[in-house]
């Protein structure tokens, strides 16, 4: 079955400091890769997607991910992080030849001051 | 910038009560998503809607309806609500024929069944 693996689901981190959040899915097929972003009670915001190509993805807000396909993980990282990145974030992919995303459970980060 | 827009925000229904969650988006996309998140679990499909007139079940469907009512309006129905049910419920859009676009969120509506 093809699923999202979000291992952390809650991860601490002081301001300033990087964080990586993980991701990996398990998929036969090609994939598209996104993160997304959700900030209390709000709707789930795209913070950046792997379509093709570089490996490397730059998105919103400072975040980047590196899509890596022999480990089929799309982890999440920030070299510094504010007060302001305490959300949950939410690793999604979508197979090829499909309109439906399957989401992780979530990680929540909570940056301390 | 409305994008995507759900109504109500909150509401608590009874065991058994039937109630319709409204969603309209104004980007003239023609995919439309429902989903229900839960704590542990990350957000689950109900239903979408791949392009006006169509349909079709997501990961858990048992206990909904949904009606494309046109292009901007995808409704979601309870027509007899469990506590199971108690959740919080994001309709979602998307540009359709494009399958690796992403999806634009409405801000949630919180659902507590009693």
């Known amino acids: 079955a093809q699923s999202v693996t979000q291992l952390d689901s809650q991860v601490p981190v002081f301001e300033e400091a990087p964080v990586e959040l993980r991701c990996n899915y398990s998929?036969?097929?090609?994939?598209?890769l996104f993160w997304y972003v959700q900030y209390p009670n709000q709707g789930l915001q795209l913070l950046l997607k792997?379509?093709?190509?570089?490996?490397l993805v730059k998105g919103i807000n400072g975040f980047e991910a590196e899509f890596n396909k022999s480990q089929t993980s799309f982890h999440l990282r920030k070299p510094s992080v504010h007060i302001s990145d305490t959300a949950e974030y939410f690793c999604?992919?979508?197979?090829?030849?499909?309109?439906?995303?399957?989401f992780g459970t979530g990680t929540r980060l909570k940056v301390l001051a | 910038n409305a994008g995507v827009t759900q109504t109500p925000k909150f509401q608590v229904l009874k065991t058994g009560q039937s109630m319709t969650l409204q969603c309209a988006q104004d980007?003239?996309?023609?995919?439309m998503y429902w989903y229900r998140q839960d704590p542990g679990m990350g957000l689950r499909l109900i239903y979408y809607?791949?392009?006006?007139?169509?349909?079709d079940k997501g990961e858990v469907p048992n206990g909904y309806n949904v009606s494309r009512l046109n292009k901007r309006e995808f409704s979601l129905r309870l027509e007899s609500a469990a506590p199971s049910q108690t959740s919080v419920y994001f309709c979602?859009?998307?540009?359709?024929?494009?399958?690796?676009?992403?999806?634009?969120f409405g801000d949630g509506t919180r659902l507590s069944i009693l």
């Open positions: 999604a992919v979508m197979h090829s030849g499909t309109y439906k995303y399957i």
């Open positions: 998929s036969s097929v090609s994939v598209y």
């Open positions: 979602a859009s998307s540009v359709a024929g494009m399958e690796n676009q992403p999806q634009h």
């Open positions: 809607s791949a392009s006006e007139g169509t349909t």
């Open positions: 980007m003239n996309h023609n995919s």
């Open positions: 792997y379509l093709s190509g570089s490996t």
